[in-house]
């Protein structure tokens, strides 16, 4: 009973650098997100996939890319790190359309950038 | 839209005393909220959610919410606190026309004392 999977669960990167964080979910979920959470801010939504080939904007979708190629996989890219990045991602999925919003989420991957 | 403000960033309590986590939320829409925990190092797990059934909703781990739509609330509350329950917990609110986004407050971390 997987659920969702995220990888790395650390990762040091130095400014500049670019790297892909992966989620899995095996629960055949149309509606995948990504979330960061920094202290006092709680979770702010980067950007969201609502099913295959489909992708948009959240709350602070700047200096992030994603691409849904299939249902069960939503990788997040960092294109050029910068230390405001350093923070705690979170992929979460759930039904979608229908549903009543209720995400799953991974254990989560904490990058920091230098 | 919808937002979610959770008053007190830090709640402390004594073992065996009454849990109270406040959640006041906004919705141009009837919302489905939703209760989330988060222990140290973990993703988060939902503990209860509300979704236009019964306004008194039983969780996980002994906890409780009621939905007040009348003082846009949906407070979270357990008669008798654990050294377990010590963790950051996290309202979230939907709205149930088509899509829907979670939105989430900025969390209430709960110190447990013994």
């Known amino acids: 009973n997987a659920g969702v999977t995220q990888t790395p669960k650390f990762q040091v990167l130095k400014t500049g650098q670019s790297m892909t964080l992966q989620c899995a979910q095996d629960?055949?979920?149309?509606?995948m997100s990504w979330y960061r959470q920094d202290p006092g801010m709680g979770l702010r939504l980067i950007h969201y996939?609502?099913?295959?080939?489909?992708?948009d904007q959240g709350e602070v979708p700047n200096g992030y890319n994603v691409s849904r190629s299939t249902t069960e996989d939503f990788p997040l890219r960092l294109l050029s790190a910068a230390p405001s990045q350093t923070s705690v991602y979170f992929c979460a999925s759930s039904t979608g359309t229908g549903g009543t919003g209720e995400l799953f989420f991974g254990e989560g991957s904490r990058l920091t950038v230098l | 839209a919808q937002s979610v403000t959770q008053l007190g960033s830090h709640v402390s309590v004594s073992e065996g005393a009454l849990v109270l986590l406040r959640c006041n939320y906004s919705s141009s829409v009837p919302p489905y909220l939703f209760w989330y925990v988060q222990y140290p190092n973990q993703g988060l797990q939902l503990l209860l959610k509300y979704t236009s059934a019964a306004t008194l909703v039983k969780g996980i781990n002994g906890f409780e919410a009621e939905f007040k739509k009348s003082e846009t609330s949906f407070h979270l509350t357990k008669p008798s606190a654990h050294m377990s329950d010590a963790a950051e917990y996290f309202c979230?609110?939907?709205?149930?026309?088509?899509?829907?986004?979670?939105?989430f407050g900025t969390g209430t971390r709960l110190l447990v004392s013994p």
């Open positions: 979230a609110v939907s709205g149930y026309t088509g899509f829907q986004k979670l939105v």
């Open positions: 996939s609502v099913g295959a080939g489909i992708t």
């Open positions: 629960m055949n979920h149309e509606y």
